[in-house]
């Protein structure tokens, strides 16, 4: 009895998550040529979603009305939910860009996503929200925590066009992790910036669109926003 009472109030608590708004302040992580076309065209490139709601109950996807989508999360971390798949490819870089959900809000849909979803139908492949749905179904409740490795924490943002224009609208704050190197020069070890233009290029950029930009070579600054950066030497 207790088991089916927690079912149901697991069950309506992340139906209701999932059909907020954008949560106040979100999220978006990218690689560097992601950001460097953002700032470029001053606008944010959508997907376009081949998953159809209706046909894929529990499972974000489009509407007629709004095809696009852009992925954000509710947690700044690099470690934490999708974040994790770009701050793990860092060789060059990458970037976190704060948004101001609020003004979102007056021109996106959103849907908040535990996991925007594997589409596969072999059951063995089931990841994220999909399985999440399958440990309710199971009542796997050890399994039903936020901190879980299927929580990405993902608020799904929805548009009817492929382009949302004037992202500076948007971008509060930029963050971006610079990987060092370090190099043999003249016989001794150098610590070095490698492609230091682009970061240049990003920093002048950004700052032509009034947005405040830091670059970090950390990751433990760079989750905390500390001023321990290199915006002294990328200018």
């Not at 509407?63 to 954000?72: G, V």
């Not at 999440?132 to 608020?155: C, G, P, S, V």
């Not at 003249?186 to 990003?202: L, M, Q, S, V």
Request: aromatic share 12%; proline share 3%.
């Amino acid at each position: 009895m207790q088991d089916k009472i927690l079912l149901e109030m697991v069950d309506k608590t992340i139906k209701n998550v999932i059909n907020e708004m954008v949560s106040p302040v979100v999220w978006h992580f990218c690689w560097l040529d992601n950001l460097i076309s953002i700032l470029q065209n001053n606008q944010f490139q959508l997907s376009k979603s081949g998953v159809d709601r209706d046909k894929n109950p529990g499972i974000t996807g489009y509407s007629d009305k709004r095809q696009y989508y852009m992925c954000t999360t509710r947690s700044k971390n690099s470690n934490d939910g999708y974040s994790n798949i770009v701050s793990n490819d860092n060789q060059d870089g990458y970037a976190r860009l704060t948004l101001d959900g609020d003004m979102l809000n007056s021109v996106v849909h959103a849907k908040a996503s535990d996991y925007f979803g594997n589409r596969s139908n072999n059951e063995e492949d089931l990841d994220g929200k999909r399985l999440f749905y399958k440990d309710i179904e199971n009542k796997n409740f050890q399994d039903l925590k936020t901190d879980n490795k299927y929580n990405e924490k993902e608020d799904t943002i929805w548009y009817n066009k492929p382009i949302l224009p004037n992202a500076n609208k948007y971008i509060k704050r930029i963050d971006v992790f610079v990987p060092l190197k370090r190099v043999k020069k003249e016989g001794k070890i150098k610590t070095i910036i490698p492609n230091y233009k682009t970061f240049i290029a990003i920093s002048r950029k950004a700052s032509e669109l009034n947005i405040p930009i830091f670059f970090y070579y950390n990751s433990k600054d760079f989750n905390m926003q500390t001023e321990n950066n290199l915006n002294q030497y990328i200018k």
